[in-house]
């Protein structure tokens, strides 16, 4: 019987290991991208995977807003047709920490947007006031913005690791990857 008992606790042991640990990356296609920055009137037109199509325009704009009564200044990405970024209802993309997961289904709340603009953050600069800084990118250093690329008609999990500086106005791109496989979760930075 004792024999029984220990077997039984070494695979509860297992069985409750967290995770993250068991977790097996699909192999992965890599690429450094030099620490490009995008910043005031900046645009950095990006072909991730280096196929001749562009796949992501990171971009600066600053326009009048009147509903606000202010100026505002936004640091967003667009997708073209073969490619997506994970976006929520009010247009703002996630910053993901290394290790979270990037699933093939968008979690809820957001959705695999492409032909569209995705923020990074924005600044209002009212009229007489103070200037406010909203979204989940100001002042991140190394995150992660959830990708999805298609490669031969089938979508790619990927991340694109980038850094924000609200006070220099910059938005700097340091590396990215995807899934060598089509529809699998990633983890992110890895």
Known sequence: MKPLVWIFGIVLMISCRKNDDLWINPPMKYRDLNNQVVGENGRLVLDLNEDGKNDFRFSEWEYASNAENAMVQEFYVFTYEDSYTLT?????????????VIAVQAPVNFEWANVSQTNFAKQIRPTGGPNTWLGPWKDVQHKFLPVQITIAGERHNGWIEISMD????????H??????????????GR
Do not use: H, I, M, P
């Open 88 to 100: 929520s209802w009010n247009e703002f993309s996630q910053a993901l920490n290394r290790d979270q």
């Open 166 to 173: 609200t006070g220099r106005k910059e938005l700097t791109l």
């Open 175 to 188: 590396r990215a990857a995807w899934s060598e496989k089509s529809d699998e979760a990633v983890l992110a």
